[in-house]
């Protein structure tokens, strides 16, 4: 798209707004809103003045001009304003160079792109990202200094059996871990997702399928794989259509990796590939139809994995899903179909869809740095051949102990996480597509996560030690 084509579809389209749409370093999507009349050639020029110093974990308030440059190739009409709206997104500059800002998220995806091209690995890399959620019809919680709780509720609800309603209980409930594509009344979630997909296609994004997931209150929609900054855009507008449609239906969606205990929780397995031109780099005659590069690549992920987990598995929630008897996949290791290893080759009918699976990410992550971590990753490993090891083809959840033993795993806290980052972080500054800076703000945010979760007294501490 050219500034002239933009301006011709914000004409054509009778938009009455522009809304300028960037993503924060948590990987929250943020916006700000012109009016159509203001954008202008100049205006797509030149970008849109805003106070970074207001976005936690950017710049000091003495310091705060900041740029938005909007990415003319990324518009769509909003589907939730009541007045028509024309979004895009946004890359994040220094106002008095143009170069683009370092602890920007979306430029950072940019960077990586470039990165791939220069390393004549391949000139593009594709993700696949599958976002699990939840819905629930109720959600409360509270946090103050006497008092932590919360309490989530849905008539769908596994707990919710013997529960009175004013109409009457169906019964209909998939069981808890049986909620794996049972058709309705027992998945009440068909219409729903059917409007969050539909919602997505007419935005213009690429999707496929839906279903309800393992878990009580769990679902999934399907999104087919893209460039590394465009999947970014999409998985950014995959959780605004979720949040938004289920917020018009009454309901409330989350996309916290465990907001419930004794159940599956919230994965986003995602699925890579790089090709070079019209080749698949990946494809070969190696292990499960893999090239040597793809082996190496999965070498860089597992030798990287705990400092990946930084923003892979961002939240300290994160890691209340990654242990082991819930399917989630907490050993490193790669194996052809098995889905109990933290990286799966998928099987495939041809080999232009030969790919990798990391599946120990969830929806946390900010997606423009996680698919960016997972590339740099798996790049070193392509760079220095770093050699992955046999697959493994046992059952991995039910292996004895002393093979357990051996197997290593993934971080078992953000805290492990952070400290895995700060100690193995230069294979992300190549090609200066990540940089010290921009860890450090980072890293300062998520630590910040981590003392306010481990400063808080528990309930289940209560129940624990409190007439000891």
């Known amino acids: 798209m050219t500034i002239k084509k933009v301006l011709s579809e914000i004409k054509k389209g009778d938009y009455e707004y522009v809304d300028m749409r960037f993503t924060d370093p948590r990987g929250k999507l943020q916006h700000v809103t012109v009016m159509a009349s203001e954008v202008d050639e100049g205006f797509l020029k030149s970008g849109w003045m805003f106070d970074g110093s207001s976005i936690a974990g950017w710049k000091s308030i003495n310091e705060s001009d900041m740029k938005l440059m909007p990415d003319l190739n990324s518009g769509y009409l909003d589907p939730f304003y009541s007045e028509k709206t024309y979004c895009l997104h946004c890359n994040v500059v220094e106002p008095e160079s143009g170069k683009l800002y370092g602890r920007d998220p979306r430029s950072t995806a940019v960077k990586a792109e470039e990165y791939l091209k220069k390393t004549k690995i391949g000139t593009k890399a594709f993700f696949g990202p599958e976002a699990e959620f939840f819905l629930f019809d109720d959600v409360k919680f509270s946090n103050s200094m006497n008092k932590v709780s919360f309490e989530v509720d849905a008539m769908d609800a596994s707990w919710n059996t013997d529960t009175s309603y004013e109409m009457g209980n169906m019964g209909h409930r998939p069981g808890v871990k ?208 770093i050699d992955p090891g046999e697959a493994a083809t046992k059952d991995l959840y039910d292996l004895p102990p002393d093979e357990l033993a051996s197997i290593p795993t993934v971080c078992g806290s953000l805290r492990e996480a952070l400290n895995s980052l700060e100690n193995d972080h230069e294979f992300l500054l190549q090609g200066d597509v990540f940089n010290v800076d921009q860890l450090e703000g980072y890293m300062d945010l998520k630590w910040e996560e981590v003392y306010a979760v481990e400063h808080t007294p528990h309930p289940v501490e209560y129940g624990l030690y409190y007439s000891l």
Request: net charge positive; charged share 20%.
């Open 178 to 385: 049986g909620g794996y594509f049972p058709v309705n009344p027992t998945d009440a979630g068909q219409d729903i997702r059917s409007e969050m997909l539909s919602t997505m296609k007419r935005m213009g994004m690429k999707v496929d399928k839906h279903h309800h997931e393992v878990a009580s209150c769990q679902h999934e929609l399907g999104l087919v794989f893209d460039s590394l900054k465009a999947q970014g855009d999409n998985l950014q507008k995959y959780k605004y259509v979720i949040q938004n449609v289920a917020h018009s239906y009454g309901k409330s969606a989350t996309f916290m990796p465990k907001p419930i205990a004794n159940d599956n929780g919230t994965g986003m397995h995602t699925n890579m590939s790089i090709w070079d031109g019209n080749s698949p780099v990946f494809a070969g005659k190696e292990y499960a139809g893999l090239s040597k590069n793809a082996l190496y690549y999965i070498g860089g992920i597992l030798k990287h994995a705990k400092a990946l987990n930084a923003f892979t598995n961002p939240s300290t929630n994160s890691y209340k899903r990654l242990i082991p008897g819930f399917e989630a996949p907490v050993l490193l290791a790669f194996s052809a179909k098995n889905r109990s290893a933290s990286i799966r080759i998928p099987y495939v009918e041809s080999s232009k869809a030969t790919r990798v699976e990391a599946r120990f990410p969830d929806p946390t992550a900010n997606p423009y740095l996680s698919f960016a971590a997972l590339l740099m990753a798996g790049l070193d490993g392509i760079k220095n051949k």
